[in-house]
């Protein structure tokens, strides 16, 4: 099927419909793209609901302060599990569909039982050496970081497994096997064992917050793969496997960066915060950015159902149709997301009480985060069609540029406006992403990147 431009508007309530059943139920790209990106949303905003539970939960639970240490040591859990698969997760839905695609089944299986190998022997090796680091300054931490930081060592490899799996499974469509262990099934978890320990009678310490997490990841992740294994067990036959670690290498590590430099910038902030600011500013602070996640959520689904096809059409060399369906990203990430920007605001100051009275002193901070948001969303998931048509190494550099830019303002702001400080200093760098990243993909590819303006292609 070929896209074509936006259907005329018309007022008849038949025809319009029609084209909400077209959109959910042919045959099409954009009828598959739908109902994966509904899908993946439909489980983030389960997902969310579930973490906001946690996180409201949790800050009833605990003190202020054990509440602050948790958030600060599970802010370095995904923050480095994230990375330390060599950004092979991102890379299964570069290769995957291209080895299916060329019939090239000893590389597909040499990948498949590669690239997870690969990611938790690093990972573990990390684990490690980063327990000896937090043994070697534990002089110079504060009392209560070094438990919680050991234990957040041991999740580390659950967390890149679930990862790696995550990619391998949206390479298939499989996007309730990737996304429900490690966003539904890990937060039903952490609730049930944090509410067993109070049942118990129990104090919800920070310590005994990341044991739950803990014990949670690692189920979850084990689960997910069971199920995964069974089921590319009936796609994969068995035979030789064979391995072409340069070739993904030199595609993975350039997404790494770009992922690195992603959620430095997305994490800087709070980690700033712990720097320069008490503990409780660092649990105030970081309920305002979950209570809007959702927004993210919205730019999360578009990438995770949208990737592997940028690679199709950019291979196959039709730019006409790469270039709709990029249009089409957009315009399901940017009108979803301003819409949800501004319910959240206008209920922000009620789900903050939900934390507690005191976090609705952070109300104010969520306009100014909101900013930052709305300008990644205006673009889509620009740095997805960036990696998977070969210009990985622009769009790290382009993240590197806007960390940096996040730091030196955080250095300047958060010290004096503290929480204000550091959503000023995330959302201009995120304004400051956003541009670059339109620039770049109009000059590579010639591709209009912009929620507003005509879609054009050089």
């Known amino acids: 099927m070929a896209f074509t431009n936006a259907d005329h508007l018309t007022n008849d309530p038949s025809s319009l419909i029609d084209r909400l059943r077209r959109a959910v139920s042919g045959d099409s790209d954009t009828s598959l793209t739908n109902r994966l990106a509904g899908t993946v949303f439909a489980i983030r905003v389960l997902s969310a609901g ?59 299986r040499g990948f498949l039982f590669g690239s997870r190998a690969i990611a938790f022997v690093a990972s573990s090796i990390v684990a490690v050496g980063l327990a000896g680091l ?26 890149v497994l679930a990862n790696m799996h995550d990619g391998i499974a949206r390479s298939h469509d499989w996007m309730r096997l990737g996304l429900m262990p490690q966003y539904i099934a890990r937060q039903g978890l952490l609730i049930a064992f944090a509410a067993g320990m109070i049942g118990l009678g129990m104090n919800l310490s920070a310590v005994a917050a990341m044991v739950a997490s803990a014990i949670a990841a690692w189920l979850a992740m084990l689960g997910q793969m069971f199920i995964l294994n069974r089921r590319l067990h009936h796609q994969v036959v068995h035979g030789p496997r064979a391995y072409a670690l340069g070739d993904w290498l030199k595609i993975s590590l350039p997404i790494m960066m770009m992922e690195s430099f992603y959620l430095l910038l997305s994490y800087t902030d709070i980690l700033m915060l712990q720097h320069f600011r008490s503990s409780e500013e660092v649990g105030l602070y970081f309920a305002v950015v979950k209570t809007l996640s959702l927004v993210a959520f919205i730019h999360f689904s578009i990438a995770a159902t949208t990737a592997h096809r940028f690679t199709e059409y950019f291979a196959s060399g039709n730019t006409e149709r790469l270039s ?21 605001l206008a209920v922000g100051k009620p789900l903050l009480w939900l934390f507690g009275p005191q ?18 969303a205006a673009i889509g998931p620009v740095e997805r069609l960036l990696n998977m048509s070969g210009h990985q190494n622009t769009c790290a550099l382009t993240y590197a540029l806007a960390f940096l830019m996040n730091v030196g303002l955080c250095i300047l702001l958060v010290p004096r406006y503290g929480g204000y400080g550091a959503a000023i200093a ?13 620039i770049l993909t109009k000059r590579k590819l010639g591709l209009h990147v912009f929620a507003f303006g005509g879609r054009k292609v050089s």
């Open 324 to 344: 709709a369906y990029v249009a089409y990203a957009i315009k399901w990430t940017f009108w979803p997301s301003l819409a949800a920007t501004l319910l959240l």
């Open 50 to 108: 579930l973490a906001y539970l946690v996180l409201i939960l949790l800050a009833r639970w605990m003190t202020g302060s054990e509440y602050g240490v948790y958030v600060y040591v599970w802010t370095w859990v995904p923050l480095l599990g994230s990375v330390l698969d060599f950004g092979l997760s991102a890379t299964a839905q570069k290769v995957i569909p291209e080895y299916r695609t060329d019939g090239s089944v000893a590389l597909l």
């Open 359 to 376: 976090f609705t002193s952070g109300y104010g901070i969520m306009f100014v985060a909101a900013i930052g948001l709305i300008a990644r």
């Open 426 to 438: 995330t959302s201009a760098a995120l304004v400051c992403e956003s541009i670059l990243l339109f």
């Open 134 to 159: 937090v043994y070697l300054l534990t002089p110079w931490l504060e009392p209560e970081l070094p438990a919680p930081l050991y234990i957040g060592c041991t999740i580390l490899p659950a967390f």
